[in-house]
Antibody, heavy 121, light 114 residues
Framework: QVHLVESGGGVVQPGESLRLSCVASGFTFSSNSHHMQWVRQAPGKGLEWVAHIWYDGSIIYHADSVKGRFTISRDTSKNTLYLQMNSLRPEDTAVYYC????????????WGQGTLVTVSS | DIVMTQSPDSLAVSLGERATIHCKSSQSVLYNSNNKNYLAWYQQKPGQPPKVLIYWASTRESGVPDRFSGSGSGTDFTLTISSLQAEDVAVYYCQQYYSTASWTFGQGTKVEIK
C-alpha cells in the first residue's frame, strides 16, 4: 500500500527558510512512472500546485509563485521527496501535500496527510 | 496558464437527489493525438487530503461508487453525483494536467445537504 508521510512544517518568520520532507513507501520510488509533486492549500482556500519532479530528478518545474525561492528534489536512496523553501512570505502559509502522480505528468493518485507551514512575524 | 473555473461555488442538495458541478477550462484540454481529455476530479472532505474520483474526464477511479460520473470534452466538463449520500458532503475540485509544467485546479465547489 502506498504511503506518503510529510514532515518539516512549523512556524517561521518572513524571510526564513524551511525544508519539507516526504518519505514514500509501498512502491518503487525510482520507477520511471513515479513522478512526484508538492501541492499546497492555504487555510480555507483551494489547491495550488507548487512543484513537480520527474522520477529521476532530471526535470523539475516550479509554479511562478515560488520560482526562485523554492526547490523540489528527491533522494532515491532514501525514498524521500524534499521541498526547500527560502525567503518565506506570509502568503506561503498553507498545508503542503506530497503527491504521487498516477502516470507521468498526469493526475495525483496518492496524497500525503500534509504538513502545515505558518509564516508569521 | 490554463484557468479552471468551477460553478457553482457551493450547492445544497437533498439526500438522494442529483448534484451537478461544472468546470470550464480557458483553453481546450483535449489532446488530439490520443483523443483524451486531460482532466481529473477530486473530492476533499474536511480535515483530509483530496482523493481522486475521475481521470481522463470520465474514467472512474477504482473503488469510487458508480453514483459519481464525469463527462464533457474540450473546455466544458461536468461531475455528477446521481444520488447524493451523506458521506458525499465535501469540496470537489477539477484539475487539468494538459499543460506540462503548470497543473491548475478549479477554485472548488462545496456540496452540502439541503
Amino acid at each position: 500500500q502506498v504511503h506518503l508521510v510529510e514532515s518539516g512544517g512549523g512556524v517561521v518568520q518572513p524571510g526564513e527558510s524551511l525544508r519539507l520532507s516526504c518519505v514514500a513507501s509501498g512502491f518503487t520510488f525510482s520507477s520511471n512512472s513515479h513522478h512526484m509533486q508538492w501541492v499546497r492549500q492555504a487555510p480555507g482556500k483551494g489547491l495550488e500546485w507548487v512543484a513537480h519532479i520527474w522520477y529521476d530528478g532530471s526535470i523539475i518545474y516550479h509554479a511562478d509563485s515560488v520560482k526562485g525561492r523554492f526547490t523540489i528534489s528527491r533522494d532515491t536512496s532514501k525514498n524521500t521527496l524534499y521541498l526547500q523553501m527560502n525567503s518565506l512570505r506570509p502568503e506561503d502559509t498553507a498545508v503542503y501535500y506530497c503527491a504521487k502522480l498516477a502516470v507521468a505528468g498526469t493526475w495525483v493518485s496518492k496524497w500525503g496527510q500534509g504538513t502545515l507551514v505558518t509564516v508569521s512575524s | 496558464d490554463i484557468v479552471m473555473t468551477q460553478s457553482p461555488d457551493s450547492l445544497a442538495v437533498s439526500l438522494g437527489e442529483r448534484a451537478t458541478i461544472h468546470c470550464k477550462s480557458s483553453q481546450s484540454v483535449l489532446y488530439n493525438s490520443n483523443n483524451k481529455n486531460y482532466l481529473a476530479w477530486y473530492q476533499q472532505k474536511p480535515g483530509q487530503p483530496p482523493k481522486v474520483l475521475i481521470y481522463w474526464a470520465s474514467t472512474r477511479e477504482s473503488g469510487v461508487p458508480d453514483r459519481f460520473s464525469g463527462s464533457g470534452s474540450g473546455t466544458d466538463f461536468t461531475l455528477t453525483i446521481s444520488s447524493l449520500q451523506a458521506e458525499d458532503v465535501a469540496v470537489y475540485y477539477c484539475q487539468q494536467y494538459y499543460s506540462t509544467a503548470s497543473w491548475t485546479f478549479g477554485q472548488g465547489t462545496k456540496v452540502e445537504i439541503k
